[in-house]
């Protein structure tokens, strides 16, 4: 095995190893008495190509946000902003980078050589890094001539400032931001120009990239389909997008998003998927339509199948069955929301054929228009009987064509728990009529 090469000794051997494996990069192809050779011997003569580096340097700039990224013909301002001056959210942002973060570059492809010049370490920090603290080991490592060292210091330092005064660009995102009271004045508003925050975008890329393809999370995976036992933790990010910046030419854009090769995860910022249902009013028999809804007749059967295996009676069992039971008394809720979306007073249909206290339950709009029904249901106890109803229909529904024999204490424990969200609920309903009843009233009144 081939001993790997010993580190450079000093700083200065740093510098002129990284200009001499330039060099070697550029000419291996070439014979030394090249014309060609000769001319790149002379431009990697580490003076000189000191000399152009800190010239060459100004095309670049360290970024943490960019403006390119938003649109590639947008020209400018980026900027560099160290995650530690930012206000510390609550929200993932730029402010949670390490102080180890890699920084971004945008500017001249064609000088980005530089730049990996700066990303040079020396003892456990980076040329750039000490170019920014004036570090007198890197003025004297440069050039033995203090005063040009000095210079190209200030120059390399530069490469995290805008270019130029800031400024937005046509192709370029802007938003309004109210800041003022008055919506109305244009005084009351901020124009803000959003940048990419590029610096964020790399780590959570290599982030995602590792839960995608990684060696761990491929086993992690495997071991799901197969039914085998994993030991340690895999994460999916589900309806993932990729955004490619570039095109053929992600360089174009930043050093990262090149190494990228231009990719850049978007993740899922979905509504939710509503399943569109047509809503029919329950002519004969509510509990009959009721259990139609998917998620009952699946919890239903849940409760059914824990039930028949005749779990031990502990708190266990109590607490997996009054979940269930929680769970059905919620579609039962969302039940009588879905039937107030209904016209009033479909209850009057004369094909309905309900029992009256199910039509106090499900059609309070009825009242409005109807002044006997309004009586009626307001002297009615008619939540009593719907948890009755409820609890013997729960009954009948887990006896049947099972080994299961549902009495009255089941039935008791089912009304108790039914009635008290059923209790809760009438009592909402009537404050929402009285209110309701109120403003008509006020409304009706002379001014």
Partial sequence: MTEPPNPPLSLSGLIHEFIHNRFATKTEKLAEDDPAYLKLQAQFDPPTWLADAARRVSQLQVVTHSLKAVHPDAKGTNLYVDPGQLDRGTLVGSHCLPNDFQGDVVGNAAALDVYKFLKLEWRGRSLLERALANDDELIEALSKDRNEAVAWVSAFAQIVEPKGEPSSHARGKQVYWLTGDEP???DSYRLLAPLYATALTHPLHARLSEARFGEHAKAGRKARRDGAAFDGEYSDY?????QKLGGTKPQNISQLNSERGGQNYLLASLPPHWQSREIYPPMREAFRTFKRRPEVWKTLAELKRFLETDPDRNMHTRDLRDDFTAMLVDELMLFSFDMYTLAPGWTADEKCELVV????WLDPGRAHRDADFDQARRHSD????????????LNRELSYKSSLSMGDPEHAYWEQQIGKVVQAFKRQMDDLQDALRDDEQLEGEPA
């Fill in 184 to 186: 109305t004045s244009n």
């Fill in 238 to 242: 589900l309806n993932l997008a990729v």
């Fill in 357 to 360: 206290e199910e039509q106090f």
């Fill in 382 to 393: 008619w939540h009593e009987v719907i948890a009755d109803r409820a609890a013997g229909w």
